[in-house]
């Protein structure tokens, strides 16, 4: 069957913490991903009634699709996957592409603060295997894969030292090929970033065209024997009998089993076992027109190695196939919010500051997505409650670019039932739900919301003076 046709609209005010579904049908936001990815693969168009399914797959994201190709690959099952708007339509259309040894906020040495050595390098081991995994997945796919290393930008003086105490951790505890450059050597190695008082760099990190590579998850999980319903948002689901049931406009879909890969797009009706789990907050960004030759000789840039700044608002950015400059940062609180124009000024200012030869530069593209922030900083691949059969991979905090599909794969092997033996479990972002916090125990969140978003305000400004000041 051939990909469903895209409806006209796109809410560009959908906010999951206060709406119940992201939509039905709607058409991609106006990323520059939507815009040159070519033709989306091939789906099973809406459900059209009732239909009985081993695994039912919330989500064709890169978690989603992933975790579709590794049931039909490793386990022989075929999996029904569940997307309320376009394949991909949430935070794999809208990312930054940014593919890290790494996932959810925290760093190694907070790894080590929190759970100690032994743990930590256990969960490194895990992490960087799932890297391993998915730079072998960008060989295979057709993504604009750079594999170039990740530049971490100290953008203050004093940002230097903490760089430098976190290279020589990376080196000596958990064997990385970790250094540090100087400013002098960031601009003339790599491009002539004014910000920038010297860098870390470390040699994991593989750029990608984020679209493109989940296009090519589904079809390969397609063609596996995976279902693809798009137009087919869950309107609800509950447990009956041994069945779940997930609602949809179409018809409802009765699992054994269902994986919810919903990202930054979970809306709070969606299940119990999510709600209040997460803190959806925007990223907003940017791509230029094409460079000129005199525009690229004046910034410098001989690499498309990706880069992210220091501040706890961070910047990134890298150049594109095509010699575009990808910029993106947080900004709005909230969806209501989005559109207004200082958010877009946020971002066209920290170009004129980092490189001012593009000061002024045409944007052709500019919008913003939600990023899925757990609130203890770290992912969950789990079964939250044993007397439901229900498993989620969610959390990921803006770092899920590479881990999506190790999290697919690991979640696909737990939904199969095949994680009774790995050690791998017992790691602290499989072996225990989503936390949340202990005010929200009593109220509701559709109560709360406006609290919620008030502390986060606050913060906001509080990381302003702490980055800028």
């Not at 005010?439 to 609290?451: K, M, Q």
């Amino acid at each position: 069957m051939a990909a469903s046709a895209r409806t006209d609209t796109y809410d560009p005010c959908y906010d999951p913490l206060v709406a119940p579904t992201p939509g039905a049908n709607q058409a991609y936001a106006p990323t520059w991903w939507a815009a040159s990815a070519g033709a989306a693969p091939q789906d099973d168009g809406p459900v059209r009634g009732d239909m009985d399914v081993e695994v039912a797959i919330v989500g064709s994201g890169s978690t989603g699709m992933a975790t579709a190709l590794y049931l039909a690959q490793e386990h022989g099952i075929a999996a029904v996957v569940l997307e309320a708007n376009q394949t991909a339509w949430g935070c794999s259309s809208r990312s930054g592409g940014q593919g890290q040894n790494a996932s959810g906020r925290l760093k190694r040495s907070q790894w080590i603060a929190r759970w100690g050595p032994d743990v930590a390098k256990r969960l490194d081991t895990e992490i960087r295997t799932g890297f391993e995994n998915f730079r072998e997945l960008t060989q295979q796919i057709d993504c604009d894969a750079h594999d170039g290393g990740h530049l971490y930008v100290a953008h203050r003086p004093e940002k230097v030292p903490v760089l430098t105490q976190e290279a020589a951790l990376m080196r000596d505890v958990f064997g990385y090929a970790t250094r540090m450059l100087s400013a002098e050597q960031l601009r003339a190695e790599y491009c002539d970033e004014r910000e920038a008082c010297g860098a870390m760099f470390e040699p994991h990190g593989v750029g990608i065209h984020p679209l493109k590579f989940t296009y090519g998850l589904a079809r390969k999980a397609r063609a596996l024997g995976a279902k693809l319903h798009t137009a087919s948002p869950v309107q609800g689901m509950q447990m009956v009998g041994d069945r779940v049931h997930l609602r949809t406009p179409g018809g409802t879909v009765r699992a054994r089993r269902v994986a919810v890969c919903t990202g930054g797009y979970t809306g709070q009706a969606l299940t119990p076992l999510l709600r209040n789990r997460l803190m959806p907050i925007l990223s907003n960004s940017v791509v230029t027109r094409p460079l000129t030759d005199a525009e690229l000789k004046a910034t410098n840039f001989r690499s498309k190695t990706f880069l992210t700044d220091t501040r706890t608002l961070r910047f990134y950015y890298r150049l594109l196939e095509g010699n575009r400059l990808q910029l993106g940062s947080r900004s709005s609180i909230t969806g209501a919010e989005a559109q207004a124009p200082q958010h877009l000024k946020l971002l066209t200012d920290a170009i004129a500051r980092k490189f001012p030869p593009l000061a002024g530069i045409g944007i052709d593209h500019s919008w913003w997505g939600w990023v899925d922030v757990s609130h203890d900083m770290m992912p969950r691949i789990t079964r939250p409650d044993a007397a439901q059969k229900v498993w989620y991979a969610v959390g990921y905090g803006g770092n899920g670019v590479s881990f999506s599909t190790w999290a697919g794969k690991r979640l696909a092997q737990r939904v199969a039932g095949q994680d009774g033996q790995d050690r791998a479990f017992e790691l602290p972002i499989y072996d225990s739900p989503l936390p949340f916090p202990n005010v929200l125990n009593a109220v509701t969140s559709e109560a709360f919301a406006p609290f919620r978003r008030f502390g986060q305000r606050f913060l906001y400004k509080w990381y302003w003076l702490q980055d800028e000041k």
